[in-house]
């Protein structure tokens, strides 16, 4: 349900706040990195010490370190491109694409720090000590980094003042990338619910749909067919 939440308020806040967002989009990047250094800090404190939050700042905290706020922006990059443009929804999501889908990677970065430092640091030597590998959770993390770095150009590519710098055909090819980038996304978090002891029927689900819909979407949208109009 925390994804649901998060993508909820995500999205009011895209369509409610869409001319702030494009005005003031330094105010929106600055709350992110600001919120990201907070949940890295409380992150690195909660491995090397006994420093605990609880109620609801550990909510929060958790929304923001799992990827939930990040993903809930970066399916309304995906789908700012795959909906019908003439909807108002659409028109607006366009409007801010670029801003969406930087605050999104700025959240993620706590989250990519935190889970591969984890990984090195704490889950590796356990691994070589016990002699038990886990295929999933590797996998997981593995997919999870190839993403993270394709991820890389995609986000710095989408300011302003470099995509400028950059000749329009270059950049589009590039921007392509971002097809992989979702599907990877998509995949590591289905590995991650398939890893879970119990499987979370209703987020399998949700994922599925939205990275589904998103799929039809955009092959309805690049069919021949459509390209004529
Ligand atoms: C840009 C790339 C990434 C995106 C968009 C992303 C997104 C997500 C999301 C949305 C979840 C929550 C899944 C759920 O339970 O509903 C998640 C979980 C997780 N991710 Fe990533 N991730 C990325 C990169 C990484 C990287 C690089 C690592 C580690 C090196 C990683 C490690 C993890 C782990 C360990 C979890 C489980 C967290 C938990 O349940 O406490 N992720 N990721």
Do not use: C
């Given at each position: 349900m925390i994804f649901i939440y998060s993508l909820i308020f995500v999205l009011l806040l895209s369509f409610f706040f869409t001319s702030n967002i494009k005005k003031n989009y330094w105010t929106y990047y600055l709350i992110s990195i600001f919120i990201g250094i907070i949940?890295?800090?409380y992150e690195v404190l909660r491995i090397?010490?006994?420093v605990k939050i609880y109620g609801f700042p550990l909510f929060l905290e958790k929304i923001f370190i799992r990827g939930y706020i990040s993903i809930a922006f970066f399916?309304?990059?995906m789908f700012a491109g795959a909906l019908?443009?003439?909807w108002k929804i659409t028109r607006k999501l366009l409007s801010i694409r670029a801003e969406l889908a930087i605050i999104?990677?700025?959240f993620i970065i706590p989250h990519a720090l935190i889970y591969f430092v984890r990984f090195i640091v704490l889950k590796l030597p356990k691994m070589f000590s016990t002699g038990v590998i886990p295929k999933l959770y590797i996998a997981y993390i593995i997919v999870g980094i190839i993403a993270f770095v394709i991820m890389i150009p995609l986000f710095i590519t989408s300011f302003k003042k470099i995509r400028r710098k950059m000749q329009s055909g270059k950049w589009r090819k590039l921007q392509k990338r971002a097809y992989i980038f979702?599907?990877?996304?998509?995949v590591h978090i289905l590995i991650i619910m398939l890893n879970e002891k119990e499987i979370d029927l209703l987020k399998l689900s949700s994922y599925t749909i939205i990275f589904g819909t998103y799929t039809i979407l955009k092959?309805?949208?690049?069919s021949p067919a459509?390209?004529?109009?």
């Amino acid at each position: 349900m925390i994804f649901i939440y998060s993508l909820i308020f995500v999205l009011l806040l895209s369509f409610f706040f869409t001319s702030n967002i494009k005005k003031n989009y330094w105010t929106y990047y600055l709350i992110s990195i600001f919120i990201g250094i907070i949940t890295t800090v409380y992150e690195v404190l909660r491995i090397t010490s006994d420093v605990k939050i609880y109620g609801f700042p550990l909510f929060l905290e958790k929304i923001f370190i799992r990827g939930y706020i990040s993903i809930a922006f970066f399916i309304l990059v995906m789908f700012a491109g795959a909906l019908n443009p003439k909807w108002k929804i659409t028109r607006k999501l366009l409007s801010i694409r670029a801003e969406l889908a930087i605050i999104a990677s700025i959240f993620i970065i706590p989250h990519a720090l935190i889970y591969f430092v984890r990984f090195i640091v704490l889950k590796l030597p356990k691994m070589f000590s016990t002699g038990v590998i886990p295929k999933l959770y590797i996998a997981y993390i593995i997919v999870g980094i190839i993403a993270f770095v394709i991820m890389i150009p995609l986000f710095i590519t989408s300011f302003k003042k470099i995509r400028r710098k950059m000749q329009s055909g270059k950049w589009r090819k590039l921007q392509k990338r971002a097809y992989i980038f979702y599907f990877l996304v998509y995949v590591h978090i289905l590995i991650i619910m398939l890893n879970e002891k119990e499987i979370d029927l209703l987020k399998l689900s949700s994922y599925t749909i939205i990275f589904g819909t998103y799929t039809i979407l955009k092959l309805i949208k690049s069919s021949p067919a459509e390209l004529k109009y």
